[in-house]
Every structure is written in structure tokens, then in C-alpha cells.
């Protein structure tokens, strides 16, 4: 993406200002009443997980819902994506949640959320449920012994959420946060290729010839046991769908042959070049069996405008990269960060990233 600076002060004051409307309408109604918290109420009920079996999908047939709409969650869009319809009382019993909402707020307005004031939202939504999606039912259901999705392009081997090594956008904000924000903030820019799919099948279809990318047998969505950012994203125009997909494969660590097999996948697949860097032919790949956990020391934990930093040191990033693959985040503003000479990698509750 080549962006002008007129370009990108537009697109971040249009993100801005859809992101704010967006919150109004979420989480205006919690800004009406604030109550006093009673220790008794910051006490959290005894929470047991259902297992996810036991939840509806959501769809055009549950209790008037209607196909499409939001995680009531995260608020990603959900048209074509598999979500789960959960029940109000087993929404607002969630401990997660509320700790997510919590931190929500705070970020958002710098006001903490009391209990009271939680429970008033309960008592408000009239409606038969909520729609949670695939990345946030975690919160509500047991999803340990879900059933697997079998895979058949890896030569039987299963692989899980828990073995991405990756940063993976499957949506537009997600993409257009990193290229707006966190690669505009790097030094070095990481090569990358990226193309237009005719559809997300053909996007899928691509991504999963190169050697690295798999499909997950607990979720069913892609995964990288490679450390790099990765995207497949419906595109959008003035917020509607165009039935279309962009994707994305880049890292510092994404060598020549490895760039030229994505683009002769995408383009074997229907999809069309819109922009690339092309990486440096003496580049060597960081692999996650070359490092020790053991190298791994725990430095500091930095809380800096409501965000939370759990810092550690290691001399190369290969034992940063076995660390944090065992490690897992669930919470937003929450970051654990590995310090080495070679760069810094870190992982939030997007997954893996390099600093």
C-alpha cells in the first residue's frame, strides 16, 4: 500500500471517527448511571463453562436474529462467519467479560466500570441473546474438548490455534491498524506481498500451498508456525462488502524463494498483485525448533497509559519465539514483550508480532 500523507491523515481521522460513533452507540448507555461499588458486588459469581456444543449458532433462524450484524463482543462483523448465539444470563455471568469490558471502557473513556453499574446493563438488554464470535466464545464455553475439523492438506498432522506464530488480520481494521500504526512506527520495513483474491476460498486455497501455513483443527482458521503478519480480509467500500479479499503475507524473516511461491500462488488462484517489497536474498528464517525457553528471563512488568507490559530478555529471537509460543493472551492492553539484541518480539491478543 503506497499512501499519501494527505491519504493516511484522512483514512486515520475517518477510522476515528467511525471507531468513536461506534463506541457511542456500544457503550453510551453505561456512561448514564455511575453507582458506588460494595465489596460484595466486585465479588464475581461462580462461573462453569458450558461446553460449546451446547450453544446455537447464530444465524437467520435464531429467535429473529437476522444474518449478519456484530460479535456483541469485540464488534467485528460477522456476515459470513460462523458465530454462536449466547444466552443473557450466561453473557453477564461471565467473569472474562466483564474483566474485558472493564478494560474496554477504561481505555476508551478512563472511567472505571462499578459492578452496579455492570448489573444495570443487565437488567436493561431486553433482547433474547447475544452473538459472539468465533474468536470470543472462549469467554462463555468450555472450548477444550470442541470437536476437531479435520484437515487433510497437511499429510495428517493436526495443527491448533495455540501453534500460530503468526499476526493475523481477518478484517480490514485489523490490516489497516498495522499498516496506519505499527508498521509506519518500525525502522526497518518488513518485505511483503499482497494481492486481491476474487474470493476467500481462492485467498485460502493460495495461503495454504505455502509450506507454513495451516488450517486450524480447533478453530478452523488459518495459522503461520513461521513469525510473520499475515491477512485474509474481505474488501470494503464506504463500509459495505465488495465480495472481493485482500491478503497478505510479510516478515522480516520471508526469504526470496519463499516470497516468489506466495505470489505464484495467488496469482495460480485467480489473484491480482497490488503492491510488494521484495526481500533481501541472503535472508534466513527465524525457526521456532532452533530455540530454548531455558535462555528466556523474566525482566519487568510496566504499566503505561492503561496498558500492561510483562517484559523479558533472551539473546536471540528464536528462544523468544519458543517462549512466546506457549505463552497465550486473552485480555486487550496486555502485552509480553521479549528484548534481544537480534529485535523484539512480543504477543498481544492478536498474536505474535516483531516490534
Not at 176 to 201: A, C, D, Q, V
Not at 277 to 298: A, C, F, L, M, W
Request: hydrophobic content about 30%; overall charge negative; some cysteine.
Amino acid at each position: 500500500m503506497n499512501f499519501s500523507n494527505n491519504t493516511l491523515n484522512a483514512l486515520s481521522n475517518r477510522l476515528h471517527l467511525v471507531n468513536l460513533l461506534s463506541v457511542n452507540e456500544k457503550l453510551g448507555e453505561m456512561l448514564k448511571t455511575i453507582h458506588k461499588t460494595t465489596e460484595t458486588e466486585k465479588k464475581n459469581a461462580i462461573f462453569i463453562k458450558k461446553p460449546l456444543t451446547e450453544f446455537t449458532n447464530y444465524d437467520e433462524s435464531y429467535k429473529g436474529y437476522v444474518k449478519g450484524g456484530v460479535c456483541d463482543v469485540c464488534n467485528s462483523l460477522l456476515d459470513g462467519k460462523k458465530a454462536y448465539a449466547v444466552d443473557n444470563k450466561t453473557f453477564y455471568d461471565s467473569p472474562e467479560y466483564y474483566s474485558y469490558l472493564c478494560d474496554f471502557q477504561k481505555k476508551i473513556f478512563g472511567i472505571e466500570m462499578s459492578r452496579s453499574e455492570y448489573e444495570q446493563r443487565r437488567k436493561n438488554d431486553t433482547s433474547p441473546g447475544s452473538a459472539v464470535c468465533e474468536d470470543c466464545i472462549h469467554m462463555f464455553a468450555d472450548v477444550s474438548n470442541c470437536k476437531l475439523i479435520e484437515q487433510s492438506s497437511d499429510n495428517g498432522k493436526k495443527y491448533y490455534e495455540s501453534d500460530n506464530l503468526g499476526s493475523r488480520h481477518d478484517t480490514v481494521s485489523h490490516a489497516m491498524g498495522y499498516w496506519l500504526g505499527e508498521r509506519m512506527n518500525k525502522k526497518i520495513k518488513p518485505p511483503f506481498t499482497m494481492y486481491t483474491m476474487p474470493s476467500y476460498e481462492s485467498g485460502e486455497s493460495a495461503l495454504l500451498e505455502l509450506p507454513f501455513f495451516h488450517k486450524a483443527a480447533d478453530s478452523g482458521k488459518l495459522i503461520c508456525d513461521r513469525l510473520m503478519t499475515f491477512g485474509l480480509y474481505e474488501i470494503t467500500e464506504y463500509g459495505k462488502p465488495t465480495g472481493k479479499y485482500e491478503t497478505l503475507v510479510s516478515g522480516s524473516d520471508l526469504t526470496l524463494d519463499e516470497f516468489h511461491a506466495a505470489e505464484s500462488a495467488f496469482e495460480k488462484h485467480g489473484g491480482t498483485r497490488k503492491n510488494r517489497q521484495e526481500p533481501d536474498k541472503n535472508i534466513k528464517p527465524v525457526r521456532v525448533e532452533d530455540g530454548d525457553t531455558s535462555k528466556v528471563n523474566y525482566k519487568e512488568k510496566i504499566n503505561d497509559n492503561n496498558s500492561i507490559y510483562e517484559v523479558y530478555t533472551a539473546e536471540k529471537k528464536a528462544d523468544a519465539l519458543a517462549f512466546l509460543k506457549f505463552k497465550s493472551v486473552h485480555k486487550p492492553n496486555f502485552y509480553i514483550v521479549v528484548d534481544t539484541p537480534e529485535g523484539n518480539i512480543g504477543r498481544d491478543i492478536n498474536g505474535i508480532y516483531e516490534e
